[in-house]
């Protein structure tokens, strides 16, 4: 049985700020179920919320710290959780990478750096816990040094980095590497140095064994300038070591038939069940009740890569369609005005709600009719999986894994029932405008949206396929 100790900042249900906790707090579960021995670590935030008990196991004593390690497990499974428990630097308020006024910490380099120190205690088996990994697999830039300090052991477990996103990469300025006392050894230009600066990601794409990503097509965009953010040299390098996996949802949170979220529970054979979805969805947003208008929803980080600039150029046209139009999501403070400003000046065709509710993000899933997903890159994306399971028809561009994961409805896709969404490729109002008439011209065809939302609702999401290839790899280390 392999073991394996799964390193990241954070894992849903404990506290989640994106996507990697959703995959963090199923992916572990997924490899369990599939016999690997998986710890995760992580640190022990003040926001961490769970309803399984916590218990003290080990304390370390590194040259300025006295670390506590606590156990837990993640809600729900057996997957037993290590939280890295140092007060001062994570039992504060706020995000676990920003304060309570929502601005980046000053300290993150420090908080991640000992974060990376104590994972390497436990890969090696230094911090009394009895227990050694085959394997750490780390994931994203606030655990790239732990790589790169296992690889100055005389021994170590091999090493695996998976990339959530390339444009989050952990820069910090070249004076850190003495704050931190990291090792000199590793400062050169094959190392943690990127143009004169700390680059924790870099670290991790260096150092590891192997290298992997979220979907295929994006393993492909970063070895690209345009999507590499400077480090596709060393990508392009390292392509015998990198590989994409799709990523898979968790089939038990996120499903129509048992989600305690939704009005009424429903499946790919009792679709008119989902209309009771719409209706509550309408009533939550204040929207007039009309079964026959169709929904669309987006659930998004309201940034600029999420393609919410394409879909404000599109609103003044679209608002003018029969349709609605719903928004749950926070972000860039811009973003939220127009978005605001919009739905204040036709109440009666869309409704904002500025924040992320759990709750409310399902019921959206369950009750839209579409899903908008314009982004300008996506590694993989959650939503349009969500989506899809729940009968709500995704449009999106054609980019990372919303390509791997979105068959666009053409004659020869509905032919033969594989069309699950709609796919344009530009990343212009244009050609997203263009795939919600086409989404709009489908849907004045009852019979054959159905087809859609059946052909979607049975697309395999689930971690399985995807958690048989991470032992795959694992097998080849």
Known sequence: MKKVLFVTSEAHPLIKTGGLADVSGSLPKALAAQGTDIRIIMPNYQAIKTTEAIYYKSTLQLINAEVNILETRLPDSDVIVWLVDYPALFAVPGTPYLDERGETRVNN??????????????????????????????????????????????????????????????????????TL???????????????????????????????????????????TADFGYGLEG???????????????????????????????????????????????????????????????????????????????????????????????????????????????????????????????????????DMFLMPSRFEPCG????????????????????????VVDTLPETLADNTATGFVFNAASAGALMEAIKRALFVYSQPEAWQQLQRNAMHTDCSWHKSAQQYLSLYGQL
């Open 382 to 405: 959650l939503n349009q999986l969500y989506s899809q399971r729940y009968g709500t028809l995704p449009i999106v561009r054609k980019t990372g894994g919303l390509a791997d994961t």
């Open 181 to 223: 006392n990291l090792p000199k050894a590793l400062w050169h230009s094959n190392g943690i140095e990127f143009n004169d600066q700390l680059s924790f990601l870099k670290s991790g794409l260096a150092y590891s064994d192997r290298l992997t990503t979220v979907s295929p097509t994006y393993a492909e965009e970063i070895q």
């Open 234 to 368: 060393l990508l392009t390098h390292r392509q015998a070591v990198l590989s994409g996996i799709i990523n898979g949802i968790d089939t038990q949170v996120w499903n129509p038939e048992t989600d305690p979220n939704l009005s009424e529970n429903f499946n790919a054979l009792t679709l008119d069940k989902k209309q009771a979805n719409k209706t509550s969805l309408q009533h939550r947003f204040a929207l007039p009740i009309d079964g026959k208008t169709p929904v669309f929803a987006l659930i998004s980080r309201l940034v600029e890569q999420k393609g919410i600039d394409l879909i404000l150029k599109c609103l003044p046209a679209m608002l003018d369609l029969p349709l609605q139009f719903v928004v749950i999501g926070d972000g860039d403070a811009n973003f939220e005005q127009q978005l605001s400003g919009f739905a204040q000046t036709r109440p009666d065709k869309m409704a904002v709600i500025i924040g992320y509710d759990e709750a409310l993000a399902h019921l959206a899933e369950a009750g839209a």
């Open 109 to 178: 380099a420090e908080r991640f750096t000992l974060f990376c120190r104590i994972a390497v205690e436990v890969a090696k088996n230094r911090a009394y816990l009895d227990w050694q990994p085959d394997i750490v697999h780390c994931n994203d830039w606030q655990s790239g040094l732990v790589p790169a300090l296992l690889s100055l052991e005389a021994t170590r477990p091999a090493t695996v980095f998976t990339i959530h996103n390339m444009a989050y990469q952990g820069l910090f300025p070249k004076t850190s590497l003495a």
